[in-house]
């Protein structure tokens, strides 16, 4: 059974910057990747960023526009997002998720692609 915990989050000024982590546990990070989602009330959860174990390909959704940047470390079976430039509009709960097979620009992006979710970490951004 594979973790994923979490922490970063918080409230932030508009413009500001918040880096956000995700711990795995189990081994073998060597394929698939992880992904961020984030969900926003009353709307559908959907993709940030998501970043592959094997050679750290990364994808992004089309509203970061720059703003965010997924990494990782294998070694430590943790993925980071690095937001900067926060607007209101990002506030949201961030969920990590772990993909253990799927890599390409086709799968990353996709829900179904990921098994294992994080229980989320609560991004408020104040204008």
């Known amino acids: 059974q594979v973790q994923l915990v979490e922490s970063g989050g918080g409230l932030v000024q508009a413009g500001g910057s918040l880096r956000l982590s995700c711990a795995a546990s189990?081994?073998?990070?060597?394929?698939?990747?992880m992904g961020w989602f984030r969900q926003a009330p009353g709307k559908e959860r959907e993709f940030v960023a998501a970043?592959?174990?094997?050679?750290?390909?990364?994808a992004y959704g089309d509203f970061v526009k720059g703003r965010f940047t997924i990494s990782r470390d294998n070694a430590k079976g943790t993925a980071y997002l690095q937001m900067n430039s926060l607007k209101p509009e990002d506030t949201a709960v961030y969920y990590c998720a772990r993909n253990q097979y799927y890599s390409g620009s086709y799968y990353l992006p996709r829900r179904s692609s990921y098994k294992y979710w994080g229980q989320g970490t609560q991004v408020t951004v104040s204008s």
């Open positions: 970043v592959t174990w094997s050679d750290g390909a990364t």
């Open positions: 189990g081994r073998a990070f060597s394929s698939g990747g």
